[in-house]
């Protein structure tokens, strides 16, 4: 952050400020008229600037233009992927009327227990309400899944699977998943592949072709774009069946009029984080490096969760459970100073839940409860992690009373 009274924004995970370059170009946009779909002057100039969008963001993902199916955001493609993609290679009936089990359709969908919630509770209404199967891999105390893991699962029974679906990135721990070996543990056994890379593509080189996926997920404003666009990258040959019905827009995979200028926007943000990757990721993992320094001086009991600072870790992820706490409470107290952060966890209906990544990674009730989730970005500072190494201690002693006392 950039003045001394503005707040310390440590939630990059969330939202993450739009770019300046994005700004301009969404509001030089937005004064513009017309309907991509149009066939008129003012429809063919907004086509035109959504086609030219759709090329730098397939150039930035490694992908070929046609490849890019525009949707409202990270929660829509990760539908589309899955449910979609279940839809496609969900094989019934013939199996049913030849006296065969109903478990021998092809129904079951694959997936890790550290989803973020637009996979997860996909997969778990699926399970629910459309015959499919679920499959959970369960990670490593790191977080990590390891490709062995997939392909025992998967060799049970390969021609009951419709479609793997693990993520890059996780958006708690900041886990990066080996995404290339398992795409193809998939594809030794003929099984599309989809990955979730909407962290991952605003801190680490995405590259769709490289990666071997058959379906990839990204969103604006995780990378200095507008909320509410993004894409699922498909391969030539996956064809979903769509959630969304309507005006054949995006080759009938999604229907709905496109929005020309957050389209423009989410491309040049792209871009631009592309193009300051480089430096961005030094500067941003130092800092992040620095913040847990100074976290665990200030509180040498918290635990760092999720794998080491390196490779397998997002630069500007630090997520710790502090012993004693409970991360809510902690989370208000900081914020009281000026400090935002995250628990990372869902609160459904005013609820805060434990955090269902920390479980699946083996920490019992207490430690997924006392966490917090600190991630930097492009805007950060030293004078971030400076204001949060000055304020931490008093913070958890509090929190720590706090829950004494209950
Ligand atoms: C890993 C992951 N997937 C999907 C989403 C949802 O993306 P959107 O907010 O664009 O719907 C998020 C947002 O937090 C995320 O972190």
Not at 157 to 162: C, D, I, L, N, Y
Not at 169 to 174: C, K, S, T, Y
């Given at each position: 952050m950039s003045s001394d009274s503005s707040p310390v924004y440590l939630d990059h995970a969330a939202t993450t400020p739009m770019r300046p370059e994005a700004i301009a170009a969404m509001t030089e946009e937005l004064g513009q008229l017309g309907?991509?779909?149009?066939?008129?002057a003012a429809g063919r100039r907004a086509r035109r600037v959504v086609e030219e969008s759709r090329e730098q963001l397939a150039e930035v993902f490694g992908?070929?233009?046609?490849e890019i199916v525009f949707t409202s955001g990270g929660t829509e493609a990760d539908n589309l992927a899955v449910k979609g993609m279940y839809w496609a290679r969900r094989e019934h009936g013939a199996r049913r009327e030849h006296?065969?089990?109903?478990?021998?359709?092809r129904r079951r969908v694959v997936t890790t227990s550290v989803e973020h919630h637009a996979i997860l509770d996909s997969v778990r209404w699926l399970a629910e309400a459309q015959e499919a199967e679920a499959v959970w891999l369960d990670p490593g105390a790191d977080g990590l899944v390891q490709p062995d893991a997939l392909r025992a699962v998967i060799a049970q029974?390969?021609?009951?699977?419709?479609v793997v679906s693990v993520m890059w990135?996780?958006?708690?721990?900041?886990a990066v998943q080996p995404v290339s070996e398992l795409a193809a543990v998939a594809h030794e056994y003929g099984v599309p592949f989809h990955t979730d890379a909407v962290q991952a593509a605003a801190q680490l080189p995405v590259d769709f072709a490289a990666s071997g996926a058959d379906a990839l997920t990204v969103t604006g404003h995780k990378l200095g774009g507008p909320v509410g666009v993004g894409a699922l990258?498909?391969?030539?040959?996956?064809?979903p069946v769509p959630v969304l019905h309507g005006g054949g827009q995006e080759r009938d995979i999604r229907s709905g009029t496109l929005d020309t200028p957050a389209i423009r926007a989410f491309a040049v943000a792209a871009e631009a984080c592309a193009r300051k990757r480089a430096d961005e990721t030094e500067r941003v993992t130092s800092l992040r490096d620095d913040l847990i320094r100074q976290v665990l001086a200030a509180v040498p009991d918290a635990v760092l969760n999720?794998?080491?600072?390196?490779?397998?870790?997002?630069?500007?992820n630090a997520h710790f459970s502090f012993p004693g706490c409970e991360g809510d409470a902690l989370l208000m107290l900081l914020d009281a100073n000026g400090i935002a952060c995250s628990t990372g966890s869902a609160c459904t209906a005013g609820v805060a839940e434990p955090s269902h990544v920390l479980l699946a990674m083996g920490a019992d009730d207490a430690r997924a409860r006392g966490s917090l989730r600190f991630s930097l970005g492009h805007?950060?500072?030293?004078r971030d992690v400076d204001a949060l190494g000055l304020v931490l201690r008093d913070a958890v002693d509090r929190a720590r009373r706090a829950a004494a006392a209950r």
């Open positions: 309907n991509p779909s149009s066939l008129h992908a070929r233009p046609s006296g065969a089990r109903r478990s021998d359709a029974a390969p021609e009951q699977v419709t990135a996780n958006n708690e721990v900041g990258i498909l391969a030539r040959g996956a064809a999720g794998p080491p600072p390196g490779p397998a870790r997002l630069p500007g805007t950060s500072t030293s």
